[in-house]
């Protein structure tokens, strides 16, 4: 790859990085939102009358919208964290290693990471397809 190529794919990845953390952002904010208000409500149905929990019903998304909130965050902040080298490694033993040895041990663990990842979307894929047809609570 030439340089002017690389760096405009870096620069790329790094404009995706910033919208990622920013639909992380919303995505935290929408949970905690979300969360307090459904405590609220709760809290509130303890102390109203039989009659007035109609507020229920209006608030009845809410906790599927944290939900997917979550998981969308989760998700997001993984590849975040992939793209940062900050998935979960052990030190001790990299620490011992030497630099040739440093860079297959990196090697070894992106290899893992992407079969683990492969797995992981096909895995996905089967569940999507099995459930193809229900609908979200």
């Known amino acids: 790859m030439s340089v002017s190529l690389e760096s405009s794919w870096s620069r790329g990845l790094d404009r995706v990085e910033r919208w990622t953390c920013f639909v992380m952002s919303v995505a935290l904010a929408v949970l905690v939102v979300g ?10 149905l303890c102390r109203m009358p039989e009659e007035a929990h109609g507020l229920v019903y209006l608030l009845s998304g809410t906790q599927e919208l944290v939900q997917y909130a979550f998981v969308w ?6 590849g975040v964290g992939v793209r940062r080298g900050l998935h979960l ?11 040739r040895g440093r860079r297959s041990m990196a090697i070894l663990v992106d290899l893992g990471c992407l079969v683990l990842a492969a797995i992981f979307i096909v895995a996905g894929c089967m569940v999507a397809w099995r459930t193809r047809l229900h609908l979200s609570p």
């Open 89 to 99: 490694r052990i030190n001790f033993l990299d620490s011992s290693l030497s630099e």
């Open 35 to 44: 969360v307090n208000l459904q405590v609220a409500v709760r809290w509130l």
């Open 73 to 78: 965050m989760i998700f997001l902040g993984a």
